[in-house]
């Protein structure tokens, strides 16, 4: 996932990561550390401290959920070519893209090569965002022209205070984040995707755009 840098910051260990303030950097791992991701810039990996960086927000990412899940969410959506990137439920660490087309959901497997460059087929790139771009365009399929089309119907919100996940199963942000809205079926819990992430949080910490 692309990350823009918020602030400098200096390499201190040889497992870090330096960068200037205003660059994008493609997010490895947002797992192995709470306070620390995995990212990559200019084909260097290196360690990087969450704060100083901000997730594009994407309706399409949604993290730990089910292929059945999945599934769901995109059956009750219009229109062919809907879709969702979620994390491999078979390979964790890695993800899978589910698409709706012709009336039922079909899943690739999103494959990463030994420099880290993410593919469905041949072509491959820098990070799963220019992959989606792509194949907007190009067929996700060899055997139909399936191309992917962004769901219109997620919210996005600007976050007006902090808010610590302390729970499993929340999502935490920091004031001025954006959250991509998932559900907002619930009047004080809503589910939604922040920083990489996906979970639940108060309603009332954030304000629609």
């Keep these: 996932m692309e990350a823009v840098t918020k602030h400098v910051f200096a390499a201190t260990q040889d497992d870090d990561l330096g960068f200037d303030k205003g660059v994008i950097i493609n997010v490895l791992d947002m797992d192995q550390d709470k306070n620390w991701f995995k990212a990559e810039l200019n084909g260097e990996q290196g360690w990087v401290p969450k704060t100083y960086i901000e997730m594009r927000p994407h309706n399409w990412f949604h993290g730990k959920i089910t292929r059945k899940q999945s599934e769901s969410i995109l059956m009750e959506k219009n229109g062919e070519g809907v879709f969702l990137v979620r994390d491999s439920e078979s390979d964790p660490g890695e993800y899978s893209l589910s698409v709706k087309f012709a009336g039922q959901v079909q899943h690739f497997k999103i494959f990463r090569d030994a420099e880290r460059k993410y593919f469905l087929w041949n072509k491959k790139f820098d990070s799963i965002n220019k992959l989606i771009e792509f194949h907007k365009t190009n067929s996700v399929s060899r055997t139909q022209n399936i191309l992917l089309r962004d769901a219109k119907d997620s919210m996005v919100a600007t976050a ?3 808010f610590a996940a302390d729970e499993e199963g929340e999502v ?3 004031k001025g984040d954006k959250v991509i809205v998932l559900d907002a079926s619930n009047k004080d819990w809503w589910k939604g995707s922040a920083n990489g ?7 009332s910490y954030v304000s629609i755009d």
């Design 197 to 203: 992430q996906v979970g639940l949080f108060p309603a």
């Design 172 to 174: 935490g942000f920091s």
């Design 160 to 162: 007006m205070y902090g």
